[in-house]
């Protein structure tokens, strides 16, 4: 039986993460109860994304431009680079506005049972950037160079998934920054703000009383 266009806008709309058979009907019904004012704009706003947004070359966060506004923001520490799994982890640590220096996007996490291994993440690109970071510097005579500089200060942040396989890729990219003259740092994991120790599981709590800190 051939598939209808109602049948497969539902089965698209099916596949996306945490949609369903069920989720995606009302999605389609809504949508096309709505063409003029929902669906249509929403039809020529994929369009536009589809062809106009790319990942950035130099850290592969998601802009219409490459590089990316962050690495084009020369607001920024140059110093310091948070290494997150996915895109949407930098815009979780931008919406907090606490950090201001710039990121490097892995494209996901190592997993043996999913068959991830270094050669699917950006992990090469990770190390180039490194070496061209790390890379001597000549100092003028009598002066100090800024970039002299900003390469005893470089710091890069491991912030990855308290998971098995986030913490795994983080020992792993870990091991293959040790060479680079860099302070290597990693998020602290614990109690959360506003957390209750009793509603807490045994794993946070351990973790909490290991990575404790002075008064």
Known sequence: MNEGPLDHLIRMLAGLPGLGNRSARRIALHLLERRETLMQPLARAMERGAS???????????????????????????????????????????????????????????????GVGPEELRIDLLLRRMEALCAPVAVPAGGFAEEEKVQQNFEVILALPATVDGQSTAHYVCDRLRKYPLKISRLAHGVPVGGELDYLDDGTIVTALNSRSAA
Not at 62 to 86: E, F, M, N
Not at 88 to 113: C, I, K, N
Request: charged share 20%; net charge negative; aromatic share 4%.
């Open 52 to 114: 106009e947004i790319c990942a950035c070359e130099a850290c592969g966060n998601l802009d219409s431009i490459s590089p990316c506004g962050i690495c084009r923001d020369h607001g920024r520490d140059s110093a310091k680079i948070c290494i997150v799994a996915q895109v949407s982890d930098v815009w979780a640590v931008e919406r907090t506005g606490a950090f201001r220096g710039r990121y490097h996007v892995l494209g996901g996490l190592l997993s043996a049972l999913d």
